[in-house]
């Protein structure tokens, strides 16, 4: 079964600052992606990176940046220069075993302060 | 770009009534589609993934007679939450795979459902 732990409390992060958001996860298939998406107010899910159990290269988009350990089974995601708009709640998720089934995590919120 | 949308945005409906929610794909095909169930300040919880032409298939602890779901063509999925009760109320997202991705989805901006 997949599982996915974001446990971080909210956060309040001043604008220009970077801001990790911490995950991790379980799975027993070798071939998984991991995913952050960010949920603002309005609801909507905004994707945001991807990260593929067999990329050697940490994936960037922009100001995100996934720190992607796969020893020890985290994909923290880095925002950089953190922006009011970043203002959300932001999910990590995973799909494995070939499909495009989603697990999330409990999702952290941000607070960007100017 | 491609788009999926949800109709109703949101609906409020009396307590034993059954309501509809619609996920169309605006411009592409979608052979599959998935629904979520996401409570107040909660993750998304997949409910099942609906297939056109096909059955959709439940998510453990998901009730299927009373979230039914139709794929009847390769643009829309609708879910009928049935004899609706409080506990039912919650954001109903879809998604659909994008075209030429392994992985990457398009959701939907989500039906916010109160039942009274």
């Known amino acids: 079964a997949q599982k996915i732990t974001q446990t971080q409390p909210g956060m309040f992060v001043q604008e220009k600052e970077a801001v990790t958001l911490d995950c991790t996860y379980d799975?027993?298939?070798?071939?998984?992606?991991l995913f952050w998406y960010k949920q603002p107010s309005s609801g909507e899910m905004i994707f945001l990176i991807y990260?593929?159990?067999?990329?050697?290269q940490n994936a960037t988009e922009g100001r995100y940046s996934l720190n992607f350990q796969k020893a020890r089974k985290s994909a923290n995601l880095v925002i950089s220069a953190s922006q009011l708009g970043d203002s959300a709640m932001y999910f990590c998720?995973?799909?494995?075993?070939?499909?495009?089934?989603?697990?999330f995590g409990k999702g952290n919120q941000v607070v960007v302060i100017p | 770009g491609a788009v999926v949308s949800q109709h109703p945005s949101w609906v409020i409906c009396k307590s034993g009534t059954s309501v509809k929610i619609e996920c169309r794909s605006l411009?592409?095909?979608?052979?599959?589609m998935f629904w979520y169930r996401q409570f107040p300040k909660q993750s998304l919880m997949l409910m099942a993934t609906?297939?056109?032409?096909?059955?959709?298939?439940?998510e453990q602890g998901v009730e299927k007679d009373k979230f039914l779901i139709n794929h009847a063509s390769l643009t829309l999925s609708t879910l009928t939450v049935t004899s609706a009760h409080p506990e039912d109320s919650s954001f109903y997202i879809c998604?659909?795979?994008?075209?030429?991705?392994?992985?990457?989805?398009?959701f939907g901006p989500g039906t916010r459902l109160t039942v009274t």
């Open positions: 998604s659909a795979p994008k075209q030429g991705s392994s992985y990457e989805q398009y």
């Open positions: 799975t027993s298939d070798p071939s998984y992606g």
């Open positions: 411009d592409f095909q979608a052979t599959t």
């Open positions: 609906s297939n056109e032409g096909s059955k959709a298939t439940y």
């Open positions: 998720a995973m799909s494995s075993g070939g499909n495009n089934r989603l697990a």
């Open positions: 990260q593929g159990s067999y990329d050697q």
